[in-house]
């Protein structure tokens, strides 16, 4: 049982670059959640879903999507990156209240 | 709009001493919940405190919420240097649900000193 997994842990990317951050959980969570972190700051909910198909936006949205196709995975999609999004991302998967974080993808944009 | 405040923001502490760790919130939460991090680490879960007057305490940290005040407190005891790290308070105000969305406060970063 590997809880929540996110890959790769560190990445630089150049602006107008685009990725994608992974994130897995094998515990059949119905619920996931993509967060950043910022200095200075506590964790910002960027999207999240509830299920395989069904996802929603958070706080800080914009410049990020994500799909949902099996209930296990969670990518995080940067389509053009930006200096503003270099930040740390954190998924979580929730269940009966109880949050599970996975280890974290320290991302720079130069 | 939910909004979570934390203070103090920054706490220096010697060991031994007592200290506590406001959070308050801004609306109406099903859910308030406490996190520690260590430098470059992920989230720890400490607490979920689900109700008005729940108090749990685990070794040298006690939390406890007020739902009417929108208030949690997170009171150390007896400070010693392994409890260095910073401190998050979330709420979760899904209604009733918890989809995992929570809002969280800006940190409390705490050094004790010898």
């Known amino acids: 049982n590997a809880g929540v997994t996110q890959t790769p842990k560190f990445q630089v990317l150049k602006t107008g670059q685009s990725m994608t951050l992974q994130c897995a959980q094998d515990m059949n969570h119905e619920y996931m959640s993509w967060y950043r972190q910022d200095p200075g700051m506590g964790l910002r909910l960027i999207h999240y879903?509830?299920?395989?198909?069904?996802?929603d936006q958070g706080e800080v949205p914009n410049g990020y999507n994500v799909s949902r196709s099996t209930t296990e995975d969670f990518p995080l999609r940067l389509l053009s990156a930006a200096p503003s999004q270099t930040s740390v991302y954190f998924c979580?998967?929730?269940?009966?209240?109880?949050?599970?974080f996975g280890p974290g993808t320290r991302l720079t944009v130069t | 709009e939910l909004k979570v405040e934390q203070n103090p923001l920054f706490l220096s502490m010697q060991e031994g001493k007592n200290y506590t760790i406001y959070c308050n919130y801004s609306?109406?939460?099903?859910?308030l919940y406490w996190y520690r991090q260590d430098p470059g680490k992920s989230l720890e879960s400490l607490f979920v405190?689900?109700?008005?007057?729940a108090v749990k305490q685990e070794g040298r940290l006690m939390a406890s919420l007020d739902t009417k005040a929108r208030l949690s407190t997170l009171h150390i005891t007896a400070a010693v240097h392994d409890l260095s790290a910073t401190y998050f308070c979330?709420?979760?105000?899904?209604?009733?649900?918890?989809?995992?969305?929570?809002?969280f406060g800006q940190g409390t970063i705490l050094t004790v000193h010898p």
């Open positions: 979580a998967s929730s269940w009966a209240g109880e949050q599970y």
């Open positions: 405190l689900l109700s008005n007057g």
């Open positions: 979330a709420v979760d105000n899904a209604g009733g649900t918890s989809y995992g969305k929570l809002t």
């Open positions: 609306t109406t939460s099903d859910r």
């Open positions: 879903s509830v299920g395989a198909g069904i996802t």
